[in-house]
């Protein structure tokens, strides 16, 4: 168990939806990342935020999009859903800017 | 960011020592190489990393050439759990600015009984 913890685990829903997806990164931890792992793809980095600004972008299409909370807790938003959408999202977290990343189990989205 | 080469897959004995390389032939002075590993599909997992000298903690040992050009991860004693894709990624740590983070598709280590 890394400390990181992701909700919801699975997650089904149709084309055009939209859907939040969130994580809590490890006690004191001030950097969260974000990910997506296609079907027997690599982990494509989307997105990392540290204590509550943006401060890495990836591929992240502008369909999606993420927030960092003032208690630290980040959500990502994927809108106008797509059947290529569906992936599996990690999240990370780390304690500051440097890259030994925490990740949590994951939300598998199906888009229908 | 140093793009990193990895074989696409790797067998090794149970009991016996699993080496996997990584190339990082344009990795520059400030970057560190870092090795994680994703089992099925369970969130990836860090395991090491290191700048210029050998590293070495409970999980395995971080060998990297003089000139950084490339680096092997050794597991001494593989066992069946082992069995993971494994990332060697290259980082610029401690930067505070943009950093665009590859993890590639690394290298699928398969321990065989």
């Known amino acids: 168990d890394s400390g990181v913890t992701q909700t919801p685990k699975h997650l089904i829903t149709a084309t055009g939806q939209r859907v939040t997806l969130r994580c809590s990164p490890r006690?004191?931890?001030?950097?969260v990342y974000w990910y997506q792992q296609s079907l027997d793809q690599g982990l494509q980095f989307l997105i990392q935020?540290?204590?509550?600004?943006?401060?890495a972008k990836g591929n992240i299409l502008e369909r999606f999009s993420a927030q960092q909370f003032p208690d630290l807790h980040s959500e990502l938003n994927l809108s106008s859903l797509e059947l290529g959408d569906s992936a599996l999202y990690f999240c990370?977290?780390?304690?500051?800017?440097?890259?030994?990343?925490?990740f949590g189990p994951g939300t598998r989205l199906t888009v229908t | 960011d140093a793009k990193t080469t990895q074989p696409p897959s790797m067998d090794c004995a149970e009991g016996r020592a699993a080496n996997l390389p990584c190339n990082h032939s344009?990795?520059?002075?400030?970057?560190?190489v870092y090795w994680y590993r994703q089992i099925h599909s369970q969130g990836p997992q860090y395991i090491i990393h290191g700048l210029k000298n050998n590293e070495t903690n409970e999980m395995a040992s971080l060998i990297i050439t003089e000139d950084r050009k490339s680096s092997t991860l050794i597991l001494p004693h593989a066992t069946l759990r082992d069995t993971a894709v494994y990332y060697c990624?290259?980082?610029?740590?401690?930067?505070?600015?943009?950093?665009?983070?590859?993890f590639g598709t690394g290298t699928k280590l398969q321990v065989i009984p």
């Open positions: 344009t990795i520059s002075g400030n970057e560190y």
């Open positions: 935020y540290y204590n509550g600004e943006e401060r």
């Open positions: 006690s004191g931890d001030l950097s």
């Open positions: 990624i290259v980082i610029l740590k401690h930067s505070g600015g943009y950093q665009k983070v590859t």
């Open positions: 990370a977290s780390s304690p500051g800017l440097s890259y030994e990343q925490y």
